[in-house]
């Protein structure tokens, strides 16, 4: 079974980018013409019509990027807020990347004790057993490459994921200095021995992956840390050295290209690689941003992509 | 807007008792016949039987408690976990349990970055707007009465979770110190200031819920304090005297009457109040821990609750 991390970098070499698309669909950043196509013919509740607007949106952004980018990342706050028609919608976009060549990372920050991590961990990333006997069907749920877990419960709530890591050749990232301007609430805390939360969580997060490292030097446990935050970024770096990163906070909320350049590096050393850089909304919304008719969203997000590659090699 | 711990404190007085049923339907423990009965006529997906065979035990469990407990508590791993089809049981899960008259508690450990915890809140606690103009919509998604969330990204990913909850007279419970063996891992780690993290994050939760504090001297922001950690439970009901405690880790996970004693108190120091204690698999399961023939499985939970209730009523 290959390492997710060995497969993660070999995606990133055959892109030539270390770019991860956000698929965070807002409802009202949805072009009108996909809404009214949705609703066309009354045959969807209107939950169902979003949803169905949503899933074409995003296979438009998915076939406008795919040989630009190794991976993708649906956030499911935005499907979920469309109750299970939006959890129709997360399945079959998660479905569809995969069928275009992406690796998928289902951004779902989920965590819990250890027997209910469990029924997360295989949701996300294995297989689910139902019935007995004759009647017995085991069959994956979301089966996205990568999910993002939280690490407030500790180590019960992450082994199981780890488990179906080992199983499936999956990866989780795990949140560690998160890039929204009130993390330090928590994570900035200053310890006994003088270490902040964040720092004690990348020796956790570390000590988590270290039986599980790939070829290149990587563990399939990840972590995430924010692109505002380059000087903890930087620091994280030293302590998790075989930990990829999976970077937000690149763009809409601030960070800069100059600023995820530290969150590179670990692993075998070879340059490109250890971070995965992530733009929702600079990518998704990029027809308004750019000035482009909404008809073009798909243009609008390759030359999005296009500009973001140029301003990470200025960099790495 | 009635303020969401005056709504709890009335159900725990209408029902007697501060007992929450976990709803947390693992498939191989539902009854046979209940899943041949899902099977049957071959209309349903495997995943759809399974959510069916679950939403049918659910409410043989909810008609068999209601007049004994205040609210449940719906473990959303446990269908999320048959994807959408298993959220759409969610959905009719929680719709149920309201019609019954109880109260519901999402737990779903949800949280996020402030744009994104925006979204979550909406689907759990609030409204959710869609389309614009002649088509607009606005429609509750899971209309939960509260939700768990987690803290590990500040005060950001709980704003937006408390502004729904002042809006539609809704409640959440903060993950402090949870029930889980490794719990310690983050939340014991010790402090500069000698102060251990879920200490600090107990004074972070009692000031989170400080502006909204109901007439009976609760919070709507309250607290998540498992049962197996009766020390640490006993220091946060100090730090945190105006937060309704969820606890769970009763039963299964070990915890007994006298642990969930300390949990009790706060607001304006009726007894019986402060606390509402969760059972999952010690009421679910009952028909197995007490010996009923599986069709039985409401009497064996009915029968289970009133257990509880009298020892509970032992030690507070």
Redesign the interface.
Known sequence: MKNFADKLVEAVKAKGSAICVGL?PR??KIPKFL?MKA?EGGEHT??G??ASAILEFNKGIIDAVKDLVPVVKP?I??Y??????G??C??ETLKYAKLQGLLTIADA??????S??E??A??FLGE?K???GD?E?V?P??DADAVTV????????IKPFVEECKKYGKGIFV?DK??????????D????D?KA?YE??GH?IDSWGANDIGENGYSFVGAVTGATFPEQAKRLREIMPNAYFLV?GYGA?GGKASDVAVCFGGGNGEKGLGAIVNNSRGITNAYEILGYPEEQYPQAAREAVMKMKMDLASVI
Chains 1, 2 share one sequence.
């Open positions: 965070d409802i009202d809404k609703m209107p939950f019509a979003a956030q706050a935005f979920e807020i469309f109750g299970h028609e959890i129709k997360y399945e920050k989920r965590n819990d004790i250890g209910t991590a029924a997360y295989q949701a689910v139902i019935f007995e009647d069907v069959s749920v979301f939280t690490p407030y419960l500790g180590w019960d709530g949140l998160t890039s929204n301007p009130s993390s330090g609430d928590l994570q805390l200053e310890m006994k003088g939360v004690i969580m956790l937000p909320q």
